[in-house]
């Protein structure tokens, strides 16, 4: 396909999802490659219009923040991955925000990862749960302990109690000295 | 500095003050002027229709008005969410010749986004007179770089003098001039007698050369320092907004590193942090005038506050290793959280904050 056959393709898809005009400007804006890679994926895994539109959100994040091209992005091999991987489209759609996310926000995915394996080298009982706070946007958790028993909550605080080294790991993690 | 400006507009009573005088003297004589009646700047002072940038455009037109409303109010990032330093606002002007991409008024002066002094700017000294006499015994740190750049345009309003003649006789108000500019020819020649005190932006030249347009290089804000405290000023520096960008640690800390060869730890009266902090409309407003700044497009997650703030272990890690520089410095620097809470504050500090006006009065004369 040629640059003007691509554009077609593209108005076309951006009027079946009823893309807003602003979000087609901005794909129409992107260099040869770009457009043409992004049309490709947003068909092979028929992405929604809100999953079209968060996925150029971020992609244009990541390429001004690591200056590269959108089509750079989508050729990186755990993209490549889940464009071609096996699964339904609606898997594959969430597992590629997933992934644009984790390269969108690489720090704050590898942290959330070593505070919830912290969190689970715990080994809490069941009755325990730990809410960490939404996307890490505070230095604030939750413990809450679900009891129907003195025995219960007794046990519970127990767990709690021999927990503390690792609690208190978790919360200097958040406050950003680990 | 030089900033172009496209034109003037001067209300009719207002024309024959000292301050037009001063501006309509120091302009390039084509830069076109024009009389509005008195209450009539609407037209000047909004948007300009169909310009691409209407906000940019309004940084290039300048109003000469007279204020109606006061010029002095508590700082307006005060709330009872985060620990205040009992910072007070003077506004002389709204607006700034400088494009910084990550800059609130953006957002705040959408609006009105043309760049307005005002002529009537000496009736402040009179709710400055008054402040003081209600509150005896009290130190008030006064600052006029809330909505403006305190020194941006003083090349031609030459205001600095009159606000430094004026603080200079009062022992209990201290004037804070905030700047990212180099513009201190007016400051060399006054003596301040130690009641006023410059303070500086400082942002690494990764940030300088992305976002921080027409402001002076950093290097030049830290010899302007060390040029106004050799001349009898006290200076201050304010790391904020923070931005955390990949290496900025090691930037911020060779930063420092930089300030304290120029200017002693002990010289400085005060710092001040703040991360990057943006509501969704200022951060739309940036993003589409800067699409291609990568400091805009920071690890940033929506705060309880409504703003997006880089993460919190990024952004205390960021403060903490600020902190430990200055502290590794040698000498204790009153320091101050900008828009955080108390939480925070101790968390990076060790301690928590002070209260607003013991904090107000130790920043003001420490």
């Known amino acids: 396909m040629n640059a003007d056959e691509i554009d077609a393709q593209i108005r076309m898809l951006a009027a079946e999802r009823r893309l807003p005009p602003s979000h087609l400007a901005r794909w129409l804006a992107m260099d040869a490659a770009s457009r043409a890679a992004l049309l490709d994926i947003a068909r092979v895994i028929r992405l929604r219009t809100g999953q079209l539109m968060t996925a150029l959100d971020t992609l244009e994040e990541i390429a001004v923040r690591e200056h590269v091209t959108v089509a750079a992005i989508l050729d990186r091999p755990e993209i490549r991955r889940i464009a071609g991987g096996p699964g339904s489209a609606p898997s594959r759609a969430s597992a590629l925000l997933e992934a644009l996310r984790t390269l969108r926000y690489p720090l704050l995915k590898r942290m959330q990862e070593q505070i919830r394996s912290e969190i689970s080298a715990l080994k809490l009982p069941r009755g325990i749960s730990i809410v960490l706070p939404k996307e890490l946007a505070s230095d604030e958790f939750t413990v809450s302990l679900r009891v129907r028993s003195a025995a219960e909550l007794a046990h519970l605080l127990e767990a709690l109690d021999r927990s503390r080294p690792g609690l208190a790991r978790i919360i200097e993690m958040l406050a950003g000295k680990k | 500095m030089k900033f172009d400006l496209d034109a003037v507009f ?3 009573g207002c024309a024959g003050s000292a301050l037009a005088t001063r501006i309509l003297g120091a302009l390039a004589r084509d830069v076109p002027v024009t009389h509005v009646a008195d209450n009539d700047t609407r037209e000047a ?5 169909g310009a691409r940038d209407p906000f940019g455009a309004g940084k290039r037109r300048l109003v000469i008005a007279r204020r109606k409303t006061p010029f002095l109010a508590p700082c307006p990032a005060g709330s009872s969410e985060f620990a205040c330093c009992g910072y007070l606002v003077l506004t002389l002007a709204s607006n700034c010749p400088m494009d910084c991409s990550y800059c609130f008024l953006q957002e705040f002066l959408a609006d009105n986004p043309s760049f307005q002094v005002y002529a009537n700017f000496a009736d402040s000294f009179d709710e400055l007179d008054r402040l003081a006499a209600n509150a005896r015994g009290r130190i008030f740190r006064v600052g006029t770089g809330d909505l403006a750049d305190s020194l941006a345009f003083d090349s031609i309003t030459s205001i600095s003098r009159d606000l430094i003649d004026f603080f200079a006789s009062r022992e209990n108000l201290t004037l804070e001039l905030k700047t990212k500019t180099d513009e201190i020819e007016n400051l060399l020649a006054m003596d301040p007698r130690g009641r006023v005190l410059v303070s500086w932006t400082l942002s690494p030249d990764a940030v300088y050369r992305s976002s921080e347009h027409l402001a002076a290089p950093p290097a030049a804000r830290i010899a302007a320092a060390r040029a106004v405290l050799d001349a009898g000023y006290r200076v201050a520096f304010h790391f904020d907004p923070l931005i955390a960008y990949p290496g900025a640690e090691r930037d911020y800390i060779l930063l420092i590193d930089e300030l304290l060869d120029t200017v002693a730890p002990k010289q400085i009266s005060f710092i001040s942090m703040g991360g990057l902090r943006m509501t969704p409309g200022l951060r739309g407003a940036a993003r589409s005038r800067f699409p291609d700044d990568p400091m805009l ?9 409504g703003r997006f703030r880089t993460f919190t272990p990024l952004r205390l890690s960021l403060y903490r290793a600020l902190a430990d520089r200055f502290r590794k410095g040698g000498a204790e ?4 959280l900008c828009m955080e809470p108390a939480s925070v504050h101790e968390s990076v500090f060790g301690a928590p904050p002070v209260r607003p006006a013991i904090i107000g ?6």
């Open chain 2, 45 to 49: 002072t909004r948007p300009a229709p």
């Open chain 2, 10 to 12: 001067v209300e009719h």
């Open chain 2, 361 to 366: 009065k130790r920043l003001a004369r420490d």
């Open chain 2, 297 to 305: 497009c920071g690890e940033d997650v929506l705060a309880s506050d």
């Open chain 2, 333 to 336: 620097i009153p320091s101050y």
